[in-house]
């Protein structure tokens, strides 16, 4: 049996003093993943990339702040020089042979009034010089010719034209021109400004009931189009009063004036179309008693837009034909002649080349009315493996062309000159700068002929 060991011999216990600190020792470091240790985990992010935060500053733009900023129309220029005796428009000039080749005023009620009916283009330079003025050229006198033709016809005539030429050739402009003499003369003016409005697909459409085919109406359209005829003509409907029963949607007075009657389907959209139809039927009638109905300048631009489908779609998912919808065969039944103007009047509308869509139909159209017109014993045909829309062709078979070209060297002087007099062309106008700018604007394009003019600085 060996000893007892005794317990103070044994080693003292190696213990480790007491410590709050965290411990020093080095963790273990993770292998890192490289290209060849294929994709990550799942769950596990590979590439954090901070986004940057945008800063909004402002407040957004309220609906429809864009659109009115877009077609903002400016006329005055106060930095533009005022042109000393330049002529007015009035109702005894618009046929004054001696204004070709000047630059007319346009006289301030007729101002408001083209504005009304939305006549001014955002595109055209308008605000380039003190007042709205425009020249006046061959096919103006001729429009003013045609105006004066209507009125003393004793079997109220009707003239029917479509204005086409290449791009900035003055279309738009010859349109306004239009509209002003007729303003001037107290006709009663009804214009589409835009015809690319009514079938893009951007204003709600239902169908009209009891049409075969069935043809569809645009209420908020036709609402905002009455507004327009209202404004634009209330000195000439203010004088005329409701002639005729009509079954409309709401209650009106027996006497209620065309102004009146044309704000009440202004501002409610669900009985504008019903009250449109009344407002036609009112000024295009005849009545025994009462104020004598004013001829109608109907005026339309863009007719390119409403020569194809549209982009409104049917029950059957089909695309709707542009003629389908009610305004724009109102205004073809008008155009065409299919619906007469009882006490006279003039129909005009004007192709567009700035993004027209393709047209052949219509290109062929105008096509065989130019040749009508020139007597050619030959009328250019359809292309045989070609599909020929013949609602269009028909809709075009009365109607005559006025082709807009250049302007000569005469009007083009004219205009120059009035660039110079508004202080907006600071060369001196001869004959070698007129030859210039005439031959640089591809032979008096007056859209290019102001923008090498007035717009282009050197």
Known sequence: MPPPTCLRSLPPAQTAAFSAATNLSAAVAKKKQNSHTG????????????????????????PGERKALRKRIVLSNTNALEVQGMPDLSDKNITDASLVCRVVGIPGFVVDSL???????????????????????????????YIREVETAEDKKTIRRVVVGERGSGKSTLLLQA????????????????????????????PLFNTNPTQYVQKTYTANLLSQISKANKAVLSKLQLSQQHDLPIPIQ?????????????????????????????????PTK???????????????????NSAYLSTDVK???????????????????????PNGGIVLAATCESGKPPSFVLELAVAQSEARGAGAEEVPQPHPYKAVDQRVLDSMR??????????????????MEYYAASGMLRER????????????AGGGVVGELERGSVRMRV
Not at 268 to 285: G, S
Not at 290 to 306: S, V
Not at 319 to 341: E, W, Y
Request: charged share 25%; no cysteine; net charge positive.
């Open 39 to 62: 994709p990550p985990k799942r769950g596990v992010k590979a590439l954090n990339i901070k986004r940057t935060q945008r800063v909004k500053s402002g407040r957004p733009p309220a």
């Open 115 to 145: 504005r009304a009916v939305e006549a001014f283009k955002p595109t055209q330079g308008w605000g380039l010089f003190r007042r709205p003025a425009a020249l006046v050229r061959k096919e103006t006198l001729q429009l003013g010719r």
């Open 179 to 206: 509209m002003a003499m007729a303003f001037v003369k107290g006709w009663v003016v009804i214009n589409i400004p835009d015809a690319k409005d009514l079938t893009i697909g951007h204003t709600e459409y239902g």
């Open 254 to 286: 027996s006497n209620i004036s065309l102004d009146r009657l044309a704000d009440l389907g202004a501002r409610d959209p669900d009985v504008a179309y019903p009250i449109f139809q009344a407002l036609w039927a009112e000024l295009t009638a005849t």
């Open 290 to 308: 009462g104020a004598a109905r004013p001829p109608i300048l109907f005026t339309l631009d863009g007719i390119n837009q409403i020569m194809r």
């Open 319 to 341: 695309p709707i034909h542009a003629h389908d919808l009610a305004l724009v065969r109102h205004f073809i039944n008008v155009l065409s002649g299919a619906q007469a103007l």
């Open 398 to 415: 009365d109607v005559e062309v006025l082709r807009l070209k250049g302007l000569d060297r005469d009007e083009a002087r004219g205009i």
């Open 429 to 440: 106008v001869d004959e070698g700068l007129v030859a210039e700018k005439w031959t640089l």
